[in-house]
Every structure is written in structure tokens, then in C-alpha cells.
């Protein structure tokens, strides 16, 4: 087996006396479907915020594509391929819908090394992501004209952009219909079958079920499951926590 | 418009006024128009911070009295050309709002603003208690009578403060053009999500404060030469400030004209108040018109533009 291309090693986190994240192990294989599973509170976004660099863990490695990235600002670990769409759709406010797809072009595409894209080929790129999540008519508008699906498809056309090699999308169809999360997981399959490692944090079962290859459950900032889909959730330990003794 | 178009245009509507200026005989114009133009270089700098990334900096006058202040040092060093202790100013101003930068900008809103008030503060202290720029008895800057191809030594300070405000608005609107605006505007809107969509904020904030100090530092190099006596309670006058904060605002704060307009419309009306009224009257005058504008024009006098032509768009 190849190196994992994410690698998270005895990561902790805790805000003052509440451990948050308590020695989490865990890796993603490049390719993989990764569900992220668990209760309201059980660590999911900390989690996320860790790899992403939003917080820092006091304890703990994190290996992305074979690098330690645990001392990398947030703008630098986008820059080497981990994107992220926000649980509450983040929108740059003043910008057009087109414009919050041109900043990760600008500043992750062509931060990277080989030669940057030329102003057509930007323009061009922002009208193929808005194609490819249905937003082309929205180019021009700001986010605030958008519905609340809409923002949702920008927040992930925005991590499309910065052409991740990881994305994890943290909770991209809370609140969506039954026909708008079968978009969206189409969406992410697409993505997946275009070769983007993906980590999926979820509530809707239905809809982490269908696309993981994997599940893994954090329950009160510890990893408790990890494994195949269907037998993760028989696992008893992880009915406990979702249904109660 | 390219920037380049634009730089040829400022560039001749500087040299526009410049031609219309051979034209006037009375000094107090002059005067006057220094003023005004300071205030167009100090709008436009505070914007490229304040308006640009959304940091509200309070400490206007601490960079512009620092500029004034490398003057004065230099001055009493070794007499160089005013361009090049514009230069020296806008080295030393550009330098402190790097550090000011590193030290408080990871604080946000309300918090940051307070920081550089209290930089104010001290910078302030500092120098009135240092004596070899005068300390709290202030300094005195004697001009020569006449420079030679322009006349009097004010239309050559009106000349040079011209050609700042002039490069100080290319610039502003260079950048609002520019993956570097982009930056900017993703800063004001969500810093969260524009470290995650690759912005190094923090690289971009401190470029956005030593630009903006810079350029203040740059339009208070000049000053002692225009007061001839330079103290620290006048260069630091909490009136540069409040100024600088809310001609941006009566303007609008997202495009480069806001500022000028601001300037022109706020400075000019505090130059006819100062010599029809009273001169204590000046900040009056603008806090009456900020509480104005906040309520019935929150974008400023762009913003109030374009709404409108917006409408007029849509039938």
C-alpha cells in the first residue's frame, strides 16, 4: 500500500479543561471516500479546523502528501491541496459570484509552482466551475441574491477551485432537500471519479452511506469506529452513542 | 481602463491644475490647496487600510506627525530636498506600520483600532520629550523665500503635495484592480474563509498598513515647512485623525474616488468655514456631516451615485 496521502497522529485539542479531539489516529488513503460521522459536539469541526490549520493542536502530527504540515498557516496547507467548504456557507460578501471563485484561482492556482493562469484562461475557469455546480446564470449577482442551496454550491465550487487534492466538505447538505443532497452527492462522486480524495462530514445518514467507502466516528472527541460503512454501524459502541443504552 | 491609462489621465488632470495654478496671484489659494490636497493623500492612504481591508486605524496622525518629525530630525542632521525627505518620511512611517502591523494585527475590529490610538499615544510622548527635535517647545523650519522656476515657496509645496495625492490615487486604484484588491476585499469580507481559499491575510495586512503608513508619512514630510513651527500637539492633532476617517466615509470607502471626493468636498468646505466662520468650527462641521451621511448615505456619495444609477438601470 501507498503512503496515506493524510496521516494524523495522536492529534489532541482542548479548550481549557474540555478535551475537544483526544488522541485521534487516523489516515486517508489518495482516491478514498471518507465519511466523518458523530454526535452534535463529538469534535467533527474541531477536527477539521485542525487540519486545516484554523486551530492549532497541542499535541500531535498531521502528514499531508508526505509533509508535516502542523506548523503551516491555513492559506499555506490550501496552497499544498487540502480545501474545505465551511459548515455555514461563508461567501466573500462584496465580490460577485464569479469573483469568490477567481480568489482561490488567484491566490492557491496560480500561487503554485509552474506558470500562472492568464486572465482569459481565469475567466474561463470561474464560468466551467459555475457550469459544473449549476450557477452560471448567478455569475454576475452577489451571494446575498443567492438561495441558501445556491450558497452552499458556491461554498463548494470555491473549494473546487483551488484544485485540492484532499477536500472536506464539513456538513455541504445540512438542511437541503432529499433532490438537492442527490445533487450534491453527485457532485462530490464527479469529483471523486475526477481523482480528489474526499472526507464528507455529515448528519444525513442516507447521504453518508451512499458515498462512503469508509466511516469513521469520533463520540466525545474520541475515535471510536473506523472501518467499512455497514458494519460500522452495527458496531454497538457506536449504536450506544447515537441511540442511547 | 488599464492602469497605465489611468496613470497618463491622473498625470494630466495633475498637470491640468497645475496649469490653472500659474494663473493665481493669491497665496492664500495656495495655502488652501495644500490643505485640501494633504487631506486627498491622507483619505486615499487611510482607505487602502481602512476601506480596502476593513481595518479601521485611528492613528492617521501618528504616521503624518512621524513624517513631519524625519523632517525636522533631518533637517537638523543635514538639509536635503523636500522629495527626498518625503521619501526619508514615507521610509520611516512605512517601517513603523510594518511593526504596527506585526504587534496588532491579529487583533480585529474595535480592538485594532483602540491599538493604534494608544500607538498615537505614544509616539507622541516620545517625541515631546525628545529634545533634538524640540521636544514639547516644538521646532521651527525656516522655508527659503522663493524657489527658482515657480515663485514663492508655497505654490511649490501646493506643486509637490500635487504630485503625491496624484501618485497616492494611482496607487489606490492600481490596487483595487489587482489580485492584490482581491486580497483586500476577501480580508474585509471573511479572513477565515480567505485563508482557506489561499490569501496569506496576514502578508497582505501588513503590505495594506505599510502602504498606508507610508503614504501618510509621505504627506507629512512637507509639513514643517508649510507651519514653519512645528509642535507635537499640532502635528499629532487628533483633527488628522477624525479627518482622515470620515472623508472616506462621506465618500464612500470601496473605490479610490470616495476618498478624493470626500477630501474635496469635506477639506474645501473647512477651508471656507475657516475664513467665513470661525476656525474652531472645523470639527463640527464633519462630525455633524458623518452623523449626516451614516444615516442617509452609508455607502458615502459613491455609494449614493451608484445605487441610484443602478436604479435608473432597472426599469
Not at chain 1, 502530527?61 to 465551511?86: M, N
Not at chain 2, 490653472?20 to 489659494?29: D, G, I, L, P
Not at chain 2, 525627505?85 to 512611517?93: D, E, N, P, T
Not at chain 2, 515663485?151 to 504630485?163: Q, S
Request: a positive charge; charged letters at 15%.
Amino acid at each position: 500500500m501507498s503512503a496515506p496521502l493524510l496521516r494524523v497522529e495522536d492529534l489532541s485539542k482542548r479548550f481549557g479543561g474540555f478535551v475537544a479531539l483526544d488522541t485521534i489516529n487516523l489516515q486517508v488513503q489518495t482516491g478514498e471516500r471518507v465519511g466523518l460521522i458523530g454526535p452534535n459536539g463529538s469534535g467533527k469541526s474541531t477536527l477539521v479546523n485542525c487540519l486545516c490549520g484554523v486551530l492549532r493542536p497541542e499535541t500531535g502530527k498531521v502528514h499531508f502528501d508526505g509533509k508535516p504540515i502542523e506548523a503551516l498557516p491555513p492559506h499555506a496547507r490550501t496552497r499544498l491541496g487540502i480545501a474545505r467548504s465551511f459548515q455555514l456557507p461563508r461567501p466573500f460578501a462584496s465580490l460577485s459570484v464569479a469573483d469568490n471563485l477567481r480568489v482561490p484561482l488567484l491566490y492557491t492556482v496560480n500561487a503554485r509552482p509552474g506558470p500562472p493562469l492568464a486572465p482569459e484562461q481565469l475567466d474561463a475557469r470561474c464560468a466551467e466551475l459555475l457550469q459544473l455546480v449549476g450557477l452560471a446564470d448567478k455569475a454576475t449577482h452577489l451571494p446575498r441574491d443567492l438561495t441558501q442551496v445556491e450558497m452552499r454550491k458556491l461554498e463548494l465550487a470555491r473549494a473546487m477551485a483551488a484544485e485540492p487534492k484532499l477536500l472536506i466538505a464539513d456538513e455541504a447538505m445540512a438542511g437541503l432537500s432529499h433532490a438537492e443532497v442527490d445533487d450534491i452527492l453527485a457532485l462530490l462522486i464527479r469529483l471523486n471519479e475526477a481523482g480528489i480524495t474526499i472526507v464528507l462530514i455529515e448528519h444525513i445518514m442516507r447521504a453518508v452511506m451512499g458515498f462512503s467507502q469508509r466511516l469513521i466516528v469520533l463520540v466525545a472527541g474520541r475515535k471510536i469506529a473506523d472501518g467499512d460503512p455497514q458494519e460500522v454501524v452495527r458496531n454497538p459502541e457506536v449504536e450506544r452513542a447515537y441511540l442511547g443504552e | 481602463m488599464r492602469t497605465r491609462t489611468f496613470l497618463v489621465l491622473a498625470v494630466g488632470v495633475g498637470l491640468l491644475i497645475f496649469g490653472a495654478s500659474r494663473f493665481v496671484h493669491n497665496e492664500y489659494y495656495f495655502f488652501a490647496s495644500y490643505v485640501v490636497l494633504q487631506y486627498v493623500v491622507l483619505a486615499t492612504a487611510w482607505n487602502i487600510l481602512g476601506g480596502y481591508t476593513g481595518y479601521v486605524n485611528f492613528g492617521t496622525a501618528a504616521f503624518f506627525a512621524l513624517g513631519a518629525y524625519s523632517t525636522v530630525a533631518i533637517n537638523k542632521l543635514y538639509p536635503i530636498p523636500i522629495p527626498a525627505l518625503m521619501i526619508v518620511g514615507g521610509a520611516v512611517s512605512g517601517i513603523v506600520g510594518l511593526g504596527m502591523g506585526y504587534l496588532t494585527l491579529r487583533l480585529r475590529g474595535a480592538f485594532f483600532s483602540i491599538a493604534t490610538l494608544a500607538l498615537a499615544v505614544v509616539l507622541q510622548t516620545l517625541i515631546t520629550n525628545w529634545d533634538y527635535v524640540g521636544g514639547s517647545r516644538g521646532a521651527y523650519t525656516i522655508p527659503p523665500m522663493k524657489v527658482p522656476l515657480i515663485g514663492p515657496y508655497i505654490e511649490y509645496l501646493f506643486v509637490i503635495m500635487l504630485g503625491l495625492a496624484v501618485i497616492a490615487v494611482v496607487i489606490a486604484r492600481a490596487i483595487e484592480h489587482s489580485r492584490l484588491g482581491f486580497g483586500f476585499a476577501t480580508i474585509r469580507d471573511d479572513e477565515l474563509a480567505a485563508e482557506a481559499s489561499g490569501v496569506p491575510t496576514l502578508r497582505l495586512k501588513l503590505i495594506a498598513t505599510s502602504l498606508s503608513g507610508a503614504l501618510m508619512g509621505m504627506a507629512g514630510a512637507p509639513l514643517p515647512y508649510y507651519v514653519t513651527y512645528l509642535d507635537p500637539a499640532s502635528g499629532f492633532s487628533l483633527a488628522y485623525a477624525v479627518n482622515s476617517i470620515a472623508m472616506p466615509l462621506i465618500g464612500g470607502t470601496t473605490v479610490w474616488l470616495g476618498p478624493v471626493i470626500g477630501a474635496l468636498f469635506l477639506g474645501t468646505i473647512q477651508q471656507v468655514a475657516t475664513v467665513t466662520i470661525s476656525s474652531a468650527l472645523n470639527l463640527l462641521i464633519v462630525g455633524l456631516l458623518l452623523v449626516g451621511f451614516v444615516i442617509v448615505a452609508p455607502n458615502g456619495i459613491v455609494g449614493l451615485v451608484q445605487a441610484r444609477l443602478r436604479r435608473r438601470g432597472q426599469p
